[in-house]
């Protein structure tokens, strides 16, 4: 709730969906802006769980209606202009009318459970498969719990439902080849290579394939990045598939167009987005069936002539490329309804295309156009997307050359330490580096004379800090005085910040009385921070300002805003291109700023949370307006279906959509009051009134109690708490709550200077949750700090900063001698109507009593200093006089040959598991100290367990497999009897000496 700065900025990428730049001709009807806004894509970015238009395409081989609607993954098919009464729905998503098409693709996402994607796959097949079976079943590489019914009809087979499918396709033909020869459908996944090259020699026997899919970024890692296609090229006999309509190569390692697609004289469709395709053959004209092509996201850099011999070609999809020109010829596709040039760098477009009389989408945003040319006033019909074109303003001159003296402007650097907050900045302007890794930017004329200013970091207060739901703290609060100057020129504001997952940063700003969120530039800081001696700049925030205040970096759901009038508007999540806002015109009268938040929750935790495994949940949204008031006609509102969720096989009755007042923080169910249908992949509702919206798949009685528990949890995160002494000062003590995933990390960087028990439970706290550290029974704190309430230390968590602090303790009034006390930490505020003497003992509901670590005092000595143990292992002499002695240095040298033992002869004699964890997690990382304070905490407690230890360690070893080293501690034992034999004669009791012997014999 990583990537590096460069991945993070690339959230502020261009919202391709926006329906602003548009220029709409006279002539166009309602119903076709309505047409076109629902099916903009959203700068090609894939969905990989579907492939839409094969299914689209699918359906007009057997409805013999051709219509190609948007593709998740950029491109979209049309085959002319809708017709007046086309349903609403299908303008939004495909609704695939024959049940038997949608049985086929449907079974590829419900029957099969997301835990089977990371199943193993072996070339090896089921014994029971036989041709007289109604169901087969096949053993890996499909999962084995999967009917080979479910993938596998008459007609269609999906091997791209789970991780190294393809690799069942040669299993298949050398098995039941002829029911894979009537094959007409085939969706392959391209992520595994063994699989894919045996599935590549099979294909050209199925000559009867109509549509074909070969495609990667079907499945994600572990660190959800979708995984590459390795398709690099088909082989030569593909060109047998003559039957072939529809081919779809996407996400793939493609270098050129494969020469075998060319002798396909029925190819429709072809789709080869996504790969690293730089040019096209010169004689791709032969495709004269195409009427579908899309080289989304290539490397493109010129269009061969003969592209214009494709007559028959309605889409064409070049956007995300390098292209600089188009060729003439282009004017030739006499047919085409859509073309797509987007993020290319395209410098002007060529007269010709005035001949394309039946073009009505023109794509041309984010390019190198300065004109658009008047050939295309000719098309009446015909919408062009213009944004982020340089249109109307002159070539850029080349720049000129620095004169001598602004070659030799620079700006001053100054480069703070940790004691020095105050400094100068003149009218030259500086530019400054704080400790810890903020920068502040000073350009020359920001002040008319010399000043002198100051900056501080605060602690994370709570009246310096406010966050709104979902946001995450990723500073300290860095306060730069004087308030009140105000700068003749924008000063930049850098701080410094901690690497967030799937958010947006931006610096928030408080100036005393209110808070605003600035305007946002993320970067690495300078390569000469004094703070970074050889290390990677910090991350930074930037801002620019006129004035100082209190600045912090925040982390927070992506936002998307768009400005909303009296003609309606589109508004598309960036974090999550399913999701769509359609304001309709007249919707409002006076224009109103919309803002939409997409939070993506986890399936899995829903239903640890809720108790449901059949649970599935959508994206949360969270919407908002200003100013706040009802829509004068409702907005349609279009959200992904819950996971494993699809049109044809969605139970309706179990279908929740709740309502969340952010205010309230409850949850309703509003299901039986709003207009809610689904497509295939979409769930779509209409709604006046702007809140918190979130679908719910559950075959458990939908509450808003549950619904709130859920939420409420997804807030939290899992802790831990650390107290860590000094080793040199046992009275200094560290006390530190920190997110589970960096507790180890922490307590390994402190190993050297601090020492204590292991870190406590998990527990649950909030983003900014208010918590307090008690000493107890026998120990008290030695501050007078403000933030030291009652005794206890009072912490705000913040999930991304230390929160640690760092105090003194000393024995509680009337304790002498060393004190065994403790630490408890508690949720908020110990309940008032709660004595004192009882509330510092309290644990339970009632005090919100969070965890407790045990913590050790030494005692004082006549000069008020510690009593510490000169020794790690004092002392000791194991054994008694008559059975033998095992001394310390006997003891060291068994140990130095325990090694990986250490636990199974700490069992056998007697240790228990709670102790040998203990010694484990302080000793993780050195094994002979792990040893050792094994095998000396074992003899410390055998000094009151009187005779025989020495027996009991030997049986400890015999009973651990270590006779060698139970023979050796017989053998120091035999020796020490001896000695003390012979020290007997010595001193004159020689008689006793032998008695003592015969008895021993």
């Known amino acids: 709730?990583?990537?590096?700065?460069?991945?993070?900025?690339?959230?502020?990428?261009?919202?391709?969906?926006?329906?602003?730049?548009?220029?709409?001709?006279?002539?166009?009807?309602?119903?076709?802006?309505?047409?076109?806004?629902?099916?903009?894509?959203?700068?090609?970015?894939?969905?990989?769980?579907?492939?839409?238009?094969?299914?689209?395409?699918?359906?007009?081989?057997?409805?013999?209606?051709?219509?190609?609607?948007?593709?998740?993954?950029?491109?979209?098919?049309?085959?002319?202009?809708?017709?007046?009464?086309?349903?609403?729905?299908?303008?939004?998503?495909?609704?695939?009318?024959?049940?038997?098409?949608?049985?086929?693709?449907?079974?590829?996402?419900?029957?099969?459970?997301?835990?089977?994607?990371?199943?193993?796959?072996?070339?090896?097949?089921?014994?029971?498969?036989?041709?007289?079976?109604?169901?087969?079943?096949?053993?890996?590489?499909?999962?084995?719990?999967?009917?080979?019914?479910?993938?596998?009809?008459?007609?269609?087979?999906?091997?791209?439902?789970?991780?190294?499918?393809?690799?069942?396709?040669?299993?298949?033909?050398?098995?039941?080849?002829?029911?894979?020869r009537g094959l007409q459908y085939l969706r392959l996944g391209s992520e595994d290579k063994?699989?894919?090259?045996?599935?590549?020699?099979?294909?050209?026997?199925?000559?009867?394939?109509?549509?074909?899919?070969?495609?990667?970024?079907?499945?994600?890692?572990?660190?959800?990045?979708?995984?590459?296609?390795?398709?690099?090229?088909?082989?030569?006999?593909?060109?047998?598939?003559?039957?072939?309509?529809?081919?779809?190569?996407?996400?793939?390692?493609?270098?050129?167009?494969?020469?075998?697609?060319?002798?396909?004289?029925?190819?429709?469709?072809?789709?080869?987005?996504?790969?690293?395709?730089?040019?096209?053959p010169p004689d791709i004209g032969q495709l004269s069936s195409l009427t579908y092509l899309s080289l989304l996201g290539n490397e493109l850099v010129s269009l061969p002539p003969s592209l214009g011999q494709l007559k028959a070609i309605q889409t064409l999809d070049i956007s995300h490329n390098l292209l600089q020109k188009l060729p003439d010829e282009i004017g030739s596709l006499e047919g085409l309804v859509k073309l797509e040039l987007s993020h290319n760098k395209l410098k002007q477009l060529p007269e010709s295309m005035g001949s394309l009389l039946s073009l009505r989408e023109l794509v041309i945003y984010s390019n190198d156009l300065r004109l658009i040319p008047h050939c295309l006033n000719k098309l009446p019909l015909l919408k062009i997307d213009v944004r982020d074109n340089p249109l109307g303003r002159p070539p850029t001159p080349p720049p000129l050359p620095?004169?001598?003296?602004?070659?030799?402007?620079?700006?001053?650097?100054?480069?703070?330490?940790?004691?020095?907050?105050?400094?100068?900045?003149?009218?030259?302007?500086?530019?400054?580096?704080?400790?810890?890794?903020?920068?502040?930017?000073?350009?020359?004329?920001?002040?008319?004379?010399?000043?002198?200013?100051?900056?501080?970091?605060?602690?994370?207060?709570?009246?310096?800090?406010?966050?709104?739901?979902?946001?995450?703290?990723?500073?300290?609060?860095?306060?730069?005085?004087?308030?009140?100057?105000?700068?003749?020129?924008?000063?930049?504001?850098?701080?410094?910040?901690?690497?967030?997952?799937?958010?947006?940063?931006?610096?928030?700003?408080?100036?005393?009385?209110?808070?605003?969120?600035?305007?946002?530039?993320?970067?690495?800081?300078?390569?000469?921070?004094?703070?970074?001696?050889?290390?990677?700049?910090?991350?930074?925030?930037?801002?620019?300002?006129?004035?100082?205040?209190?600045?912090?970096?925040?982390?927070?759901?992506?936002?998307d805003?768009?400005?909303?009038?009296?003609?309606?508007?589109?508004?598309?999540?960036?974090?999550?291109?399913?999701?769509?806002?359609?304001?309709?015109?007249?919707?409002?009268?006076?224009?109103?700023?919309v803002t939409l938040q997409v939070l993506q929750v986890s399936v899995s935790e829903v239903q640890a949370l809720c108790g449901d495994p059949q649970a599935r949940v959508s994206p949360l949204l969270c919407l908002s307006q200003t100013p706040s008031m009802d829509f004068l006609q409702p907005i349609k509102v279009q959200v992904p279906l819950p996971s494993g969720v699809t049109g044809h096989t969605v139970d309706m009755s179990c279908l929740h959509l709740l309502h969340g007042d952010p205010t309230a923080q409850t949850w309703t169910d509003i299901t039986s009051q709003v207009s809610l249908y689904v497509t295939h992949l979409y769930a779509i509702f209409y709604i006046s009134h702007f809140s918190w919206y979130w679908l719910w798949y559950t075959t458990h009685r939908c509450v808003s109690g549950v619904v709130r528990k859920v939420y409420q949890r997804l807030k939290q995160f899992k802790v831990q708490f650390l107290v860590l002494q000094r080793k040199t000062d046992p009275s200094q003590v560290m006390l530190q709550c920190l997110p589970a995933n960096k507790v180890d990390g922490r307590v390994q960087s402190l190993s050297e200077q601090y020492d204590g028990p292991q870190p406590s439970d998990l527990c649950d706290l909030l983003e900014g949750e208010q918590f307090f550290a008690g000493f107890e029974k026998g120990l008290d704190i030695s501050t007078e700090s403000p933030d030291c309430v009652a005794g206890r230390l009072c912490f705000v968590f913040y999930s991304s900063l230390k929160n640690l602090k760092e105090v003194f303790i000393c024995p509680a009034q009337g304790q002498e001698g060393a004190v065994r006390g403790q630490v408890s930490f508690y949720r908020g505020e110990i309940p008032s109507n709660l004595p004192e003497e009882i509330?510092?003992?309290?644990?339970?509901?009632?005090?919100?009593?969070?965890?407790?670590?045990?913590?050790?005092?030494?005692?004082?000595?006549?000069?008020?200093?510690?009593?510490?143990?000169?020794?790690?292992?004092?002392?000791?002499?194991?054994?008694?006089?008559?059975?033998?002695?095992?001394?310390?240095?006997?003891?060291?040298?068994?140990?130095?040959?325990?090694?990986?033992?250490?636990r199974v002869i700490g069992i056998n004699l007697g240790l228990s598991y709670q102790e040998l964890d203990r010694i484990q997690y302080k000793y993780r990382d050195n094994l002979g100290g792990l040893v050792l304070d094994m095998l000396f905490h074992w003899a410390r407690g055998?000094?009151?367990?009187?005779?025989?230890?020495?027996?009991?360690?030997?049986?400890?070893?015999?009973?651990?497999?270590?006779?060698?080293?139970?023979?050796?501690?017989?053998?120091?034992?035999?020796?020490?009897?001896?000695?003390?034999?012979?020290?007997?004669?010595?001193?004159?009791?020689?008689?006793?000496?032998?008695?003592?012997?015969?008895?021993?014999?």
């Open 839 to 902: 509330a510092r003992k309290r644990k339970g509901p009632d005090s919100q009593w969070l965890a407790t670590l045990p913590l050790r005092l030494p005692a004082l000595n006549s000069e008020n200093n510690f009593i510490m143990d000169e020794h790690q292992y004092p002392p000791l002499n194991l054994g008694d006089p008559e059975s033998g002695y095992l001394t310390e240095a006997n003891l060291l040298s068994i140990s130095l040959q325990i090694a990986q033992d250490w």
């Open 1 to 180: 709730m990583e990537r590096g700065s460069e991945e993070e900025a690339a959230a502020d990428e261009e919202d391709g969906d926006q329906a602003v730049g548009w220029r709409v001709k006279p002539g166009r009807s309602e119903d076709e802006e309505v047409s076109h806004a629902c099916n903009t894509s959203r700068g090609g970015v894939p969905d990989p769980s579907m492939d839409i238009l094969a299914l689209k395409l699918c359906r007009a081989l057997v409805c013999q209606n051709q219509e190609k609607s948007d593709r998740d993954t950029g491109p979209t098919v049309s085959s002319g202009v809708m017709s007046e009464d086309q349903a609403e729905p299908e303008r939004d998503a495909p609704s695939l009318s024959p049940s038997s098409l949608m049985d086929t693709y449907g079974l590829s996402t419900s029957s099969l459970s997301s835990s089977y994607f990371s199943t193993p796959h072996h070339a090896n097949f089921s014994s029971s498969l036989s041709s007289s079976s109604s169901v087969l079943s096949l053993t890996p590489p499909l999962p084995p719990s999967v009917d080979l019914s479910a993938v596998l009809t008459d007609t269609r087979l999906t091997l791209d439902v789970y991780q190294g499918g393809a690799a069942a396709l040669p299993l298949l033909w050398g098995s039941i080849p002829g029911q894979l």
């Open 561 to 593: 805003s768009c400005s909303v009038t009296q003609a309606g508007a589109l508004l598309v999540s960036s974090a999550d291109p399913g999701v769509k806002l359609h304001f309709p015109p007249d919707s409002t009268v006076q224009t109103r700023t």
């Open 194 to 280: 063994p699989g894919l090259d045996g599935a590549l020699e099979v294909l050209p026997h199925l000559t009867e394939l109509r549509s074909l899919a070969v495609r990667g970024h079907c499945f994600y890692d572990l660190h959800s990045d979708p995984l590459p296609g390795l398709l690099t090229t088909l082989p030569t006999s593909l060109s047998s598939l003559s039957l072939l309509v529809h081919l779809d190569l996407s996400f793939n390692q493609l270098s050129c167009l494969p020469s075998c697609l060319l002798s396909l004289p029925a190819l429709s469709s072809l789709l080869l987005c996504h790969n690293h395709i730089s040019a096209l």
């Open 402 to 559: 620095p004169t001598p003296d602004q070659a030799e402007t620079k700006l001053q650097e100054l480069h703070l330490g940790l004691n020095q907050h105050s400094f100068c900045v003149s009218s030259a302007g500086c530019h400054v580096f704080l400790p810890g890794g903020a920068e502040l930017l000073f350009p020359p004329g920001c002040l008319a004379r010399t000043a002198r200013l100051k900056w501080v970091e605060k602690r994370p207060e709570r009246k310096l800090v406010c966050l709104q739901e979902h946001d995450i703290l990723l500073s300290r609060p860095l306060e730069l005085r004087p308030h009140g100057i105000t700068f003749l020129k924008p000063v930049e504001v850098c701080v410094p910040y901690h690497r967030t997952k799937r958010r947006e940063v931006v610096v928030h700003k408080f100036d005393g009385r209110s808070w605003s969120t600035l305007a946002t530039v993320l970067r690495r800081g300078s390569e000469s921070h004094s703070s970074h001696p050889g290390g990677r700049p910090a991350r930074l925030a930037c801002c620019s300002v006129s004035q100082f205040s209190w600045f912090m970096a925040v982390a927070r759901p992506t936002k």
């Open 942 to 1001: 055998q000094k009151n367990a009187g005779p025989g230890a020495a027996s009991r360690l030997v049986a400890a070893m015999i009973e651990s497999d270590r006779k060698d080293l139970a023979e050796e501690i017989e053998d120091i034992v035999s020796i020490g009897r001896r000695k003390y034999s012979e020290s007997l004669k010595r001193v004159g009791l020689e008689g006793e000496g032998s008695s003592l012997g015969e008895t021993q014999q």
